[in-house]
């Protein structure tokens, strides 16, 4: 069972476009919209999308809850379905038809592409590496079922987003995981820019207000900020599958 896992707090014209590639892929797979409470229309586009496609599944929230918490809901869901992999994709993203399939191939536990901003660079690759590099972009990212048994879920706590993808890349690397990103690209649509630039004002300032709580957090909890030189150390060989837990 191909799954793939798309998120979406409102953004309802990227989402189209989303959904859009995720039908195109060029291995049968099986789609689910999580819509994290928005209010633009989304609810009615998703409810006549899942009954028009077999192959799509639309849930809606009534109350939003972080992102960590909508992937944990999706990934449990497919894992309690039999599935042993998902793609989860931003809202904001356009990954090309073999994506899945590729990422799938690697036989990685958490694969992710290359974020890449102008159609230009959109192109496929000649060769891809498997090995890939250590620098996870959660944006668009696969992941097996082993890896979440081990690791566990996402933090939910980091609400409403920013610092879970950072959390878990640091406890992947803790339970022996790495976590690679292989020179797939995927369009992303402003760069991640979209996040706030769509953003309703009190979303807007909702996003902005618990990102800056969650880097708190993060930095409570693992002694730095995502980005800072001592963030980097978290990542030493002498730390890699060695479950030194938080403080």
């Not at 929230?61 to 894992?79: E, F, H, T, Y």
């Amino acid at each position: 069972m191909n799954s793939i896992i798309i998120v979406a707090r409102n953004g309802l014209h990227l989402t189209r476009r989303t959904l859009k590639a995720a039908l195109a892929q060029d291995t049968p797979v099986e789609i689910t919209i999580v819509d994290n409470a928005s209010t633009d229309g989304t609810q009615q586009w998703g409810m006549a999308t899942a009954a028009k496609f077999e192959n799509v599944v639309y849930t809606a929230l009534a109350q939003q809850k972080s992102l960590a918490a909508c992937w944990n809901l999706a990934l449990r869901d497919v894992w309690r379905r039999g599935g042993e992999h998902a793609l989860v994709l931003n809202n904001d993203v356009i990954v090309s038809p073999p994506t899945y399939r590729i990422l799938q191939f690697t036989g990685h536990k958490f694969v992710t592409t290359v974020s890449v901003d102008n159609e230009e660079q959109f192109g496929f690759p000649e060769e891809i590496l498997p090995c890939g590099r250590p620098h996870p972009n959660f944006s668009g990212f696969l992941i097996r079922k082993s890896c979440y048994d081990k690791v566990g879920p996402f933090n939910e706590s980091y609400y409403p987003a920013y610092c879970e993808d950072a959390e878990y890349h640091v406890r992947m690397h803790w339970a022996g995981i790495r976590a690679v990103c292989i020179d797939l690209p995927m369009l992303h649509i402003g760069n991640g820019a979209n996040t706030l630039r769509f953003a309703e004002p009190a979303d807007a300032n909702c996003i902005k207000r618990g990102a800056d709580r969650n880097r708190d957090q993060f930095l409570e909890t693992y002694g730095c900020r995502p980005g800072e030189p001592e963030y980097e150390e978290l990542f030493s060989e002498a730390t890699f599958g060695i479950n030194r837990g938080v403080k």
